[in-house]
């Protein structure tokens, strides 16, 4: 049993290990998501407004 407690954390250490390199590797990223997922928004005009672009 202590042998198979053993073997589960080493396995659980070596899970973690990797995912945290995966982490780093993703995180350092030159193409970072979160500085491409910058958006800018443009308001919308107002319906009074169309209907006058319309009628001019």
């Known amino acids: 049993m202590l042998k198979g ?4 954390f080493a ?7 990797v995912l945290h390199v995966i982490d780093a590797r993703i995180y350092n990223s030159p193409q970072d ?3 491409t997922a910058v958006t800018s928004v443009t ?3 107002d319906e009074k407004e169309d209907e006058e ?3 001019s």
């Open 53 to 55: 672009e319309v009628q």
């Open 33 to 35: 998501a979160r500085q």
């Open 5 to 8: 407690l053993i073997v589960c």
């Open 11 to 17: 396995v659980l250490f070596a899970q973690l290990a």
């Open 43 to 45: 308001p919308h005009k």
